[in-house]
């Protein structure tokens, strides 16, 4: 199984597909709308939610931009960056 995991610094390693799952659901967004709006199977996105995918950052940026995220947000949510902040 393939692990893609954020880590800076001291902060505790948080799965992206946790990351991602976490986002669609604050967003209220199933996961065959969004693997619909992102134009795959929503069998590839339950790959990716689970953990045994990891999507290329192309389809990471069509994910963040359907789900209405900025990569800040991503790094807010595992608790890197302060809200409102202009540094990554």
């Known amino acids: ?3 893609s995991y954020l880590s800076l610094g001291k902060q505790s390693e948080i799965p992206l597909h946790v990351v991602l799952k976490n986002i669609r ?19 590839y996105f339950s790959k990716i939610e689970s953990g045994s995918t990891v999507p290329s950052s192309k389809f990471l940026a069509k994910i ?22 202009n540094e990554i």
């Not at 659901?25 to 929503?42: N, Y």
Request: a negative charge.
């Open 64 to 85: 963040l931009d359907v789900l209405e995220c900025t990569p800040e947000e991503i790094l807010f949510i595992i608790g890197v960056l302060a809200k409102d902040s």
């Open 25 to 43: 659901l604050r967003k209220g967004v199933s996961t065959r709308q969004l693997a619909e709006r992102c134009g795959f199977s929503p069998a």
């Open 1 to 3: 199984m393939t692990q």
